[in-house]
């Protein structure tokens, strides 16, 4: 009986561990599609891709934790009105999140935001 116990514990220990990593590669992807469509936005706005960056942004809310989400509707403020704040350093500390959120278990590779 203990030894079926132990097995399901370990199965289901198993499953949460790969749901999680699964969830973590899925942010990464997430991450990487769609930072070209931000940045791009941020630094061409006469590209008017407004569709594709509303497209990213709506995948970033559904992927990113709190954190990445707050620093990047602070970023999307500037964009939307300039005279709020330096779009870089907003860009920065939201890719810097963007790198905690993925790498939790990493502390170690944690940059600042000054060094994207």
């Known amino acids: 009986m203990v030894a079926i116990l132990v097995a399901l514990l370990m199965a289901f220990v198993g499953y949460v561990f790969g ?6 590669e899925g942010k990464q992807r997430v991450y990487e599609e769609i930072l070209p469509i931000i940045l791009k936005a941020a630094y061409d706005p006469a590209s008017k891709d407004e569709e ?4 990213a942004l ?3 809310w559904l992927y990113g934790s709190k ?4 620093k ?3 970023a999307v403020s500037i964009m939307v009105k300039p005279s709020r704040g330096d779009i870089t350093k907003a860009l920065q500390e939201t890719v810097a999140e963007m790198r905690i959120d993925i790498q939790t278990f990493f502390f170690w ?3 600042k935001p000054e060094e994207v």
């Open 19 to 24: 749901r999680a990593k699964t969830f973590l």
């Open 72 to 74: 990047m509707d602070y």
């Open 58 to 60: 709506s995948k970033l």
């Open 52 to 55: 594709g960056l509303n497209k």
């Open 109 to 111: 590779e944690r940059i």
């Open 67 to 70: 954190n990445v989400a707050k």
